[in-house]
């Protein structure tokens, strides 16, 4: 199974250089041209879902292992490098960071009307990837880059990540489509990662009944929940992920009711891509759950590198233009050649991973 989950980075300041972006652009496309060119594209996907070879990707690219950033450039660094190809190797790329994260649906109604396949199961993938982590997923970490790479034949995987802004440190989520059965349990295929904290986890498997339970609340007449949510406010509680006067605006969060309760969801997941239900609507939902009807949703936090050509910022040495161009042109030659039927060099390289350490 692939290892998909989660990675903590900290937060680096200013941006890839031009002369550094040009080349990660350069190498990143083939790389995943070499991988169509020997595995298929939904290989692509799975590779990218991994956020440990996602992460060695970045360091190959010549980014630096611990930044933040290394998500943002190295996805943006494969968008570039593939566009215009996507006929050539059945790789899409739509999203991206801030401004450009929004426009995702937009991107792919675009790619779909070119190519000719339908969007519609892909901008729902991308939307509710969004809306799990973050509201199903409250983790302290604000989304702001997504990413979705995708097949015109409806495979996908999504690379987002986000920013707690009191400890400065991103973290990273990865999503491989063809093994999510459910987006509300357990959607995150072989999450792995430290443990971190606590999060309201209502996409855990042990939050089942606080799913239904939420579902069942957001059908009845919002006045009394607002009622109880009221009372609970003012209460002495025990240290716990609960909402207070000083963090819940009633009235923003009568709306989210109000909007669950107009749209009568049939199950978590329509509840959950209501529009209009955000975080606070999802965490006043668990919170009556547990204390008013006994149903706890999770605490847990699903949470939990290689170098070739040295690192943005120096280290652990400081990039070698040289050897990076020269890796570009080998990987170019050797995509050409198997193109044209002579695939000696592709053999090269396969017969070179068979001898390396592999991983138990």
Request: glycine share 8%.
């Amino acid at each position: 199974m692939p290892r998909t989950g989660i990675a903590h980075l900290p937060l680096h300041w200013g941006a890839a250089p031009p002369w550094l972006f040009q080349r990660m652009v350069r190498l990143s496309r083939y790389v995943m041209l070499a991988l169509v060119e020997e595995m298929g594209p939904r290989q692509v996907l799975r590779r990218l879902s991994d956020p440990f070879w996602f992460q060695a990707l970045g360091c190959f690219l010549g980014f630096d292992w611990h930044s933040s950033g290394l998500t943002t450039v190295v996805c943006a660094a494969i968008k570039e490098g593939l566009r215009g190809l996507e006929r050539d190797t059945g790789v899409l790329v739509a999203g991206g960071k801030g401004r450009t994260s929004r426009k995702t649906p937009q991107e792919v109604e675009a790619l779909a009307e070119g190519l000719s396949f339908s969007p519609e199961p892909l901008v729902y993938a991308s939307r509710m990837t969004a809306k799990v982590d973050s509201a199903a997923l409250q983790d302290g970490y604000q989304l702001y880059h997504h990413t979705l790479f995708f097949t015109t034949d409806g495979a996908w995987a999504v690379v987002q990540q986000g920013m707690n802004p009191q400890t400065r440190y991103a973290r990273r989520y990865h999503w491989l489509g063809e093994e999510v059965k459910s987006f509300v349990c357990e959607p995150h295929a072989g999450i792995i990662s430290e443990e971190v904290g606590e999060a309201l986890n209502m996409v855990a498997r042990e939050s089942e009944a606080a799913r239904q339970v939420s579902v069942a609340l957001a059908r009845e007449e919002p006045e009394r929940l607002l009622r109880d949510l009221r009372r609970i406010a003012v209460l002495e509680m025990p240290h716990r992920h609960h909402l207070t006067e000083a963090d819940t605006d009633i009235q923003r969060l009568e709306r989210g009711l109000r909007a669950a309760y107009e749209a009568q969801p049939r199950d978590f997941q329509e509840l959950l891509g209501t529009a209009g239900v955000g975080p606070a609507t999802i965490r006043a939902l668990a919170l009556a759950s547990e204390l008013i009807y006994g149903a706890p949703p999770s605490r847990r936090d699903p949470a939990r590198y290689s170098y070739a050509h040295g690192g943005k910022d120096g280290h652990p040495y400081p990039i070698d233009r040289e050897t990076y161009d020269r890796t570009v042109e080998a990987l170019k030659r050797a995509v050409t050649k198997a193109r044209l039927g002579r695939r000696e060099t592709m053999e090269a390289l396969r017969r070179l991973s068979l001898i390396l350490p592999q991983e138990c």
